[in-house]
């Protein structure tokens, strides 16, 4: 009886015990970093408040981002890039002497009244006009942000626009969990006082005839 010899089987490189080859960084930082680019300039922009400082901001930020990025251990690639992007932000701030932060007393917080966003149309069944008044009312919104007071913004941008977690968001500005819930309280009655002016008006006006 002949004994069948047994199935070849080439020994493949990431079969474990065998080493891996070294990872290129550069494909690395493409592929978890860069696709985080657009984002990244929308958070230094509503920082800023002026789209070309934003510009300069990123562009220090990936410089920044990619010598570091050999050092970099994990974790959530767009949060640690928008610490560096925020990093760069101060940066350009106390050259501005400071322009874009305002010290804001975060005491005694009132309730939150959450802003909700009307329903996106669907863009393929969107008219012309109706695509001009959504583009109007984005640039509407990014106007109102943009007036919010640090920190406040900040928080607003990052929970709600790219929505960084609580922990991500305070790990990023060097607070913890509890202040950041405070500040995107705050955050959302400031904003919703700024885009319903009267029903802000009409809130405080029953709360006086209360008293």
């Avoid at 070849?8 to 990431?14: G, K, T, Y």
């Avoid at 984005?138 to 942000?145: G, M, S, W, Y």
């Amino acid at each position: 009886m002949t004994v069948r010899k047994p199935f070849f089987r080439p020994q493949l490189a990431f079969q474990r015990g065998a080493a891996a080859p070294p990872a290129d960084p550069a494909r690395q930082f493409r592929e978890l970093i860069l696709p985080h680019l657009d984002s990244a300039y929308s958070f230094a922009r509503y920082l800023a408040r002026d789209p070309t400082a934003a510009e300069d901001i990123v562009q220090e930020a990936f410089l920044r981002a990619f010598r570091a990025f050999p050092t970099w251990r994990g974790g959530a690639p767009k949060a640690w890039l928008f610490a560096i992007v925020r990093n760069c932000f101060l940066t350009w701030a106390a050259g501005q002497g400071g322009a874009g932060r305002t010290v804001v007393d975060e005491g005694s917080l009132s309730a939150a009244q959450s802003l909700a966003l009307a329903n996106v149309p669907d863009a393929a069944q969107e008219t012309p006009e109706a695509a001009l008044a959504r583009a109007q009312d984005a640039a509407t919104l990014r106007e109102v942000i943009e007036t919010l007071p640090e920190p406040f913004r900040e928080t607003l941008v990052l929970r709600e626009l790219e929505e960084l977690s609580y922990r991500e968001i305070g790990a990023l500005a060097g607070v913890p969990i509890g202040t950041v819930m405070s500040r995107l309280a705050r955050a959302r009655q400031m904003l919703a006082d700024l885009l319903l002016p009267e029903a802000a008006d009409g809130g405080a006006a029953l709360r006086e005839t209360q008293r």
